[in-house]
C-alpha cells in the first residue's frame, strides 16, 4: 500500500481532514471515508476475487469494487475513476443507495474503519464480463445475492470481511 496517498478522515464532530492511508489503516483504524460499489445485470451481481498479492484481503471475493476517495475527490467522481481502472468498467451513471459505518480487521496489522458510501449500477442489457486490471483482480464471477449467500455459509474464509459485513446488513444497503 502506498502510505503517500492522502484520504479523508472523519474526527468526533464530523469534519474530514486529510490521512495517510496507511495511518488510517493501522492500530485499529481511524474512521475514514470510503466508496463500495455494486453492478447488477439480469438481477446478478458482478464480483471480485481479489489479486493474490494485495496488500490485504488478497485471492477473497468481494463485491464489484471498493475504494477511498482521494482527498479533495467528488465520491461519485472517486466511484467511477476506480470502477474504470479496477474492473474496466465504464457505467453511464452510478446510485448512492447507502452510507454505513463498519470495522472489521483485515490483516494482522491492518484494520477497516469505515464510513461507506454504497453506489450501484443496474444495466438494463446483459453485460459482458469486464476486462479486470489483473494485478488488482484474479477472477469475476456474477452470482445472484442468494447464491452469494449460500456461498458463504459454506465458505465464509473465502470472502473478504467487509463484504461478509455488507451480506449481513443488505436490506440497509437498499440495492435492487
Not at 46 to 65: D, F, I, M, V
Not at 70 to 96: C, F, Q, S
Amino acid at each position: 500500500m502506498d502510505a503517500q496517498i492522502t484520504i479523508p478522515a472523519i474526527d468526533a464532530s464530523g469534519r474530514l481532514y486529510p490521512i495517510e492511508k496507511l495511518t488510517a489503516h493501522r492500530d485499529g483504524g481511524v474512521l475514514h471515508l470510503a466508496i463500495s460499489i455494486f453492478v447488477f445485470s439480469k438481477g446478478r451481481l458482478l464480483l471480485q476475487r481479489r489479486a493474490p498479492e494485495k496488500y490485504h484481503s488478497g485471492g477473497l471475493w468481494a463485491n464489484t469494487c471498493c475504494t477511498h476517495p482521494d482527498w479533495g475527490e467528488d465520491l461519485t467522481t472517486a466511484a467511477h475513476r476506480r470502477l474504470r481502472e479496477e474492473m474496466g468498467l465504464d457505467v453511464p451513471t452510478l446510485e448512492e443507495r447507502a452510507v454505513i459505518d463498519y470495522h472489521a480487521r483485515v490483516s494482522d496489522e491492518l484494520w477497516e474503519r469505515e464510513r461507506v458510501h454504497v453506489f450501484q449500477y443496474v444495466s438494463r442489457e446483459p453485460l459482458a464480463t469486464p476486462a479486470h486490471a489483473a494485478s488488482e483482480v484474479c477472477e469475476t464471477s456474477w452470482m445472484a445475492p442468494a447464491d452469494i449467500r449460500r456461498a458463504m455459509a459454506r465458505s465464509p474464509e473465502s470472502f473478504a470481511p467487509w463484504f461478509r459485513i455488507y451480506m449481513d446488513r443488505w436490506d440497509e444497503l437498499n440495492l435492487t
